[in-house]
């Protein structure tokens, strides 16, 4: 069965750093995989996804992901955070008509 | 935000008593979903359609129905409300059909913040 795996709950950062937020899958066929976010009392907004057109995907904000077959992996990125990026961060796989989230990463930047 | 309506936004209710959410969109997309959000688990399928009158199961469907009567219209039951069920529901409709059926959700409401008492 497809799942994601979302590898820290809550990650911290200082305005300006590079923000990574890691994704794992776990998938038998190639899989269709996305971002998202979700602004406190709101709901989920797309970030970017895959669907095997290129390994290297780029959203919004300045954000982008690299699928990696090799590590099962669907890491999020943006060399540069800026406070308006605290949210939490919500990688998603495609199974089917279903849409199969991991468990979110809350992402904090300080000042 | 994409043409995409919850009611109510937020809802108190007394367990056993019947509850029912709204989604209604105006995108005229075929697909439709009901998740449920907790701390810890991200977002969890209830329910989803995938046109008027088909609906199917999710991952935590016990205790929940829908209906949907019109594209434009997908209604989550709760039959008879626990504490169990509070949470936060959202619905979101698809971005586009592709060839296979294979679809991203894009668009979510703005959630239904439901607490059972």
């Known amino acids: 069965a497809q799942s994601v795996t979302q590898l820290g709950s809550h990650v911290s950062v200082s305005e300006g750093a590079l923000v990574l937020l890691r994704c794992n899958y776990s998938?038998?066929?190639?899989?269709?995989l996305f971002w998202y976010v979700q602004y406190p009392n709101q709901g989920l907004q797309l970030l970017l996804k895959?669907?095997?057109?290129?390994?290297l995907v780029k959203g919004i904000n300045g954000f982008e992901a690299e699928f990696k077959k090799s590590e099962t992996s669907f890491h999020l990125t943006k060399p540069s955070a800026h406070m308006s990026d605290a949210a939490e961060y919500f990688c998603?796989?495609?199974?089917?008509?279903?849409?199969?989230f991991g468990a979110g990463t809350r992402l904090f930047v300080k000042a | 935000d994409a043409g995409i309506t919850q009611s109510p936004r937020h809802k108190v209710t007394e367990t056993g008593t019947p509850v029912t959410l709204r989604c209604h969109q105006t995108?005229?997309?075929?697909?439709m979903y009901w998740y449920r959000q907790d701390p810890g688990h991200g977002l969890r399928l209830i329910h989803y359609?995938?046109?008027?009158?088909?609906?199917d199961k999710g991952e935590v469907s016990d205790g929940y129905s829908v209906s949907r009567s019109k594209t434009e219209d997908f209604l989550l039951t709760l039959e008879s409300a626990t504490s169990s069920q509070t949470s936060v529901y959202f619905c979101?409709?698809?971005?586009?059909?592709?060839?296979?059926?294979?679809?991203?959700?894009?668009?979510f409401g703005q959630g239904t913040r439901l607490t059972v008492v």
């Open positions: 995108e005229n997309h075929r697909y």
């Open positions: 359609s995938y046109g008027v009158k088909d609906t």
């Open positions: 979101a409709i698809s971005e586009s059909e592709r060839t296979g059926g294979i679809s991203a959700e894009a668009f």
């Open positions: 895959y669907t095997s057109a290129a390994t």
């Open positions: 998938s038998s066929v190639p899989p269709y």
């Open positions: 998603a796989v495609k199974r089917g008509f279903k849409t199969i």
